[in-house]
């Protein structure tokens, strides 16, 4: 599908993660296949503990542009995150701070593959590969529209849940233990395991504690998957 097909327009992805490991690569959103490479978004796809953006102009991972943050990832703490593009900058963003960013005037690959989210979903038996290790929450893809300027330094990390604003072709604000993809744009296709949990880190991305009802959904890391 085409929710992470930007060409060479603005775009933005961003979410806030909750990873609770290191020293293995984890997948926050792809789009990738051997020769079929769109574009992907996590922590250690060429180095371990860094997160990273990777696209491809041609769909193979030959010519593929990575982007990477040189400090670990953060452990164990909600962290916001944000890839960008504004014209040919293209910048990651960890809380408000620019930690990587390049120049290009190269499009992004019209990938075939199902967009992938929490894991790997390549070719044939390549399902449910290097999932992520923790919690994610407000993941918004949005199209012809940067939402923050990448040639800055700083963005302002949101304060409350994120809503659809104009290009977004993707938001799953993953409260109350469903996946809904806010903007309307997209189904969700569940596989697997996939089970109602009232395990919650300490603290939710926009409050400093816990609703007593709150939940969040379980992926075994298996065949589990979105």
Known sequence: NDICYFAANDFCIEGSVYCTSSNVRQDFITQVATSNLGMWFGIGYSINNKLQFVFSADGTGTNATIISDTDNFILNSWTHVAVARTSNAISLFVNGKRKATTTTTASVFNSTRFVSIGAYTGNSGEEGLYPFNGY??????????????????????????LSAINGT???????????????????????????????????????????????SLYFNGAAAGA
Do not use: E, H
């Open 136 to 161: 994610m929450s407000d993941l918004r893809v949005v199209k012809n529209n940067s939402v923050y300027d990448a040639s800055l330094t700083t963005l302002t990390p949101p304060t409350a849940p």
């Open 169 to 215: 072709s993707l938001l799953l604000n993953a409260t109350k233990a469903g996946i809904i993809d806010v903007s309307g744009n997209s189904d969700i296709i569940i596989s697997g395991n996939v089970q109602s949990s009232t395990i919650l880190p300490s603290i939710t991305p926009f409050t400093t504690t816990n609703s007593p009802t709150a939940r």
